[in-house]
């Protein structure tokens, strides 16, 4: 972890901000030799996909199956003709 004085960080921001970002490490900010934050990154971008990848292999078979089904009930109701979209300025 890198430590550095809020004038430093105010000074050089964008530096700052740039090696947060490519280094991916947290960043301690000191005023008056007292720890007054600490900038960390953001996590990495997950998709459903990689959140969920995992799931089938804690799921038993009666379960997997219940979810599936759901899940395609709820795309299959989300679908809809444009005749039957309603008109959000229509009184």
């Given at each position: 972890?890198?430590?550095?004085?809020?004038?430093?960080?105010?000074?050089?921001?964008?530096?700052?901000?740039?090696?947060?970002?490519?280094?991916?490490?947290?960043?301690?900010?000191?005023r008056n030799r007292?720890?007054?934050?600490r900038l960390v990154?953001?996590?990495?971008?997950?998709?459903?996909?990689?959140?969920?990848g995992d799931l089938?292999?804690?799921?038993?078979?009666?379960?997997?199956?219940?979810?599936?089904?759901?899940?395609?009930?709820?795309?299959?109701?989300?679908?809809?003709?444009?005749?039957?979209?309603?008109?959000?300025?229509?009184?």
């Open positions: 972890m890198k430590t550095l004085s809020v004038t430093d960080v105010a000074r050089n921001f964008s530096a700052v901000i740039d090696r947060l970002e490519r280094r991916r490490e947290e960043i301690l900010l000191v007292r720890h007054v934050a990154p953001e996590p990495p971008h997950q998709d459903a996909l990689s959140v969920f089938y292999r804690t799921l038993d078979d009666e379960t997997a199956d219940a979810l599936s089904a759901a899940l395609k009930s709820a795309r299959t109701r989300r679908r809809g003709r444009v005749s039957e979209l309603r008109n959000p300025w229509a009184g």
